[in-house]
């Protein structure tokens, strides 16, 4: 049988993989850090990525940011380019990938379907904690009235389950 033949989720039976795997490969876009709560973000091309404690040198890995004390899956953020394109795109509100505070920007990675999902970021190996909420202080941040425009589209709280190097441009998927 040919592709051509067949729907997605037939070919995915075929080769032996869950059919989701073939429908989405995103791609990693920015990586930013901030050594402690209100601080500017930090642009990198790589960085560590360390289990059960996040970004190395980031505020919550260093148990420095805003929510530190609130027991909570921080251990790495994920944000769709999606919702940034959507800011602008709906309510000409433009949001740079250093000041939405998450640590990872992401293209084509369906990020509210992966909350309980193991999936790869380069060689690192995520879990899906929960969809991040939108707060007040990420106005305060940024100075732009974007919390309730974020509602469901702020991203995905994450554990690191396997360390490793991830590096602007690596692929990300479903296992």
């Not at 919550?60 to 940011?65: E, K, L, M, S, V």
């Not at 027991?71 to 000041?99: F, G, M, Q, S």
């Not at 190996?125 to 909420?133: D, F, I, K, P, W």
Request: some cysteine.
């Amino acid at each position: 049988m040919f592709a051509t033949q067949v729907g997605i989720k037939e070919l995915g039976q075929l080769i032996g993989r869950d059919y989701k795997v073939l429908m989405w490969k995103g791609e990693l876009l920015h990586i930013h850090t901030s050594p402690a709560a209100g601080l500017n973000m930090e642009s990198h091309k790589s960085v560590s990525l360390i289990s059960g404690s996040g970004l190395e040198g980031d505020r919550y890995q260093r148990g420095t940011g805003k929510y530190s004390e609130i027991k909570d899956i921080r251990e790495v953020t994920l944000i769709e380019i999606e919702t940034l394109e959507a800011l602008k795109r709906d309510y000409n509100i433009i949001v740079e990938p250093t000041e939405h505070r998450r640590n990872l920007t992401t293209r084509d990675v369906p990020l509210n379907h992966l909350v309980g999902k193991r999936f790869r970021v380069g060689e690192v190996l995520l879990l899906g904690g929960r969809l991040n909420t939108p707060c007040r202080y990420l106005n305060l941040v940024t100075k732009k009235n974007i919390c309730e425009l974020l509602e469901h589209r702020s991203g995905l709280n994450c554990s690191v389950v396997e360390s490793g190097t991830v590096i602007v441009g690596d692929k990300i998927q479903l296992l």
